[in-house]
């Protein structure tokens, strides 16, 4: 078997760390011995003050991952269902059947979100509507007046819950901005420092909605501790927003270049506000991703749709280029 040179299929940031985070992890070293922070106070409320909302607004968890759990598990349950879009995170279907809800997932209109037929699927079951902005694997981003037209059309007791994993990834302007919904008291919104900031191995992520609804994944903390290590790794992270802002402004850059040299062979690869692009290859996904592979690059076919393909370094998107171009001979 060909080893994996490059791994583009788990939507890793590759930039280098933040600064001071290494530092951070050195000096939270001399702490590990001692009883954590459970609810990561601190973390929370530097969050709080960044984003100015409550501190009993922010709840923090040990990667946005956990967070979806808990919020499913408070907000629904046996007898209930949770509305989301197709093809969207993998996971969404798997964490709302883990909480004893049924996954109601609804099919795209032509390439994009048919947020008309998600409104539509709600019934007096449904407890919270799953939206992720941008969408992985597809990169649509959703833009503010295009959601609030949604909330619109959904009744006063469903919680919308919007996954925003990616969106330091897109164009600032071009994205709603779920924290600026947070006046409707059914909107709550998780986040990650997973991939613009990072910190995927060490399982940090928040969620941030109305005081009620973020009470209530309390209880299920002790479960999803964010460790001592995590908390500093992210509180250095946090300290460095235009790092973080330049590094993922790069990532984007390469995306957009290499979309543009994919496009350019013909294929059918819409813009994305994540840091991967979604190819539509019909039925030659399998043999591009197999094509890929034998030549040590891994990545992500999904749901028989199309194929996801993480932004890498520079050099990983270089031979990226060059095997969909020699696959398009
Ligand atoms: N949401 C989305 C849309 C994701 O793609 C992922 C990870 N791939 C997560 C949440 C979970 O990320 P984490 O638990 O690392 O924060």
Known sequence: MIPII????????????????????ESAADRVHLTLDALAAELSAEIARDLGVDPAMV??????????????????????????????????PVLIRNAGA?????PPKGHLQDLDALAAAVTGETRVVLLCNPNNPTGEVLDGPRL??????????VLVLIDEAYREFAEPGAVADGI??????????????????????LRVGYLVANERVAAALRPTTPFFRVPTVAQAAALAALRAPDRMRAQCAAVAAERDRVRAGLVELGWDVPPSGGNFLWLRLGGRNQSFVDHLAANGVAVREIAGAGVRVSTGTPEANDLVLALAKEFAA
């Not at 907000?75 to 093809?87: R, Y």
């Not at 600026?180 to 995927?200: E, I, M, N, W």
Request: aromatic fraction near 6%.
């Open 6 to 25: 490059h791994q583009l299929s788990l939507n890793e940031n590759h930039s280098p760390a933040l600064p001071g985070v290494r530092e951070a992890i």
């Open 59 to 92: 709840v923090a968890g040990a990667g946005s991952g956990a967070l979806l759990q808990q919020f499913l598990s408070a907000h629904s349950g046996p007898g209930t269902a949770v509305v989301h879009a197709w093809p969207s995170f993998e996971l969404y």
């Open 102 to 106: 049924a996954p109601v997932a609804v």
């Open 148 to 157: 609030a037209r949604m909330l619109d059309a959904l009744p006063p007791d």
């Open 180 to 201: 600026a919904l947070l006046g409707d008291p059914r909107v709550a919104v998780v986040r990650t420092f997973s991939k613009s900031h990072g910190l995927l191995g």
